[in-house]
């Protein structure tokens, strides 16, 4: 299998699948998709953090999100067309989605009422005033940023 080309591995793939299906007996189904996530998975995870601001614990996270997407995506894919294009196309589409719940999550976090409270906190007098308008600029920028952004600084 490892001299097959991606577009090749597919099509046995299918076949596998097909065997499967009709026979109700194991066959190589699970191997060939195996040997198709070892051949990629490094890749795509770079591929990830390079393209989007993430660490690689969630490059990790949208890379499998993206074989579980890709395999139920596979009856709709044509082998005559080249499998890295589709492919990028799923995962990129996967890690929008990933991002997408990320900054909805970030946006009901409660952490980012932490500098509210800090200078909500702060005892009266004339420096308490300056450090309140520090606090209330950085939470202005902070909320300006990118929710990527503010996520690494909260």
């Known amino acids: 299998m490892q001299h097959l080309k991606d577009e090749d591995l597919i099509r046995e793939l299918k076949r596998a699948e097909l065997g499967e299906h009709l026979t109700g007996t194991k066959t190589d189904a699970e191997k060939i998709f195996a040997e198709l996530i070892g051949r ?23 890379t499998q999100d993206f074989w579980l997407e890709c395999y139920s995506a596979l009856p709709r894919y ?11 196309t799923i995962l990129f589409r996967t890690a929008e989605k990933f991002l997408k719940k990320r900054r909805k999550e970030v946006q009901l976090s409660p952490q980012s009422d932490f500098f509210e409270m800090q200078a909500a906190s702060i005892p009266g007098g004339e420096n308490a005033e300056i450090e309140k308008e520090q606090i209330s600029r950085m939470l202005s920028a902070v909320r300006e940023l990118p929710a990527e952004l503010a996520l690494l600084i909260e």
């Open 40 to 62: 990629h998975q490094r890749p795509f995870a770079r591929l990830v953090t390079i393209r989007y601001p993430v660490d690689i614990a969630s490059a990790e996270e949208i």
């Open 78 to 88: 044509n082998p005559e067309r080249p499998f890295l294009g589709w492919a990028t």
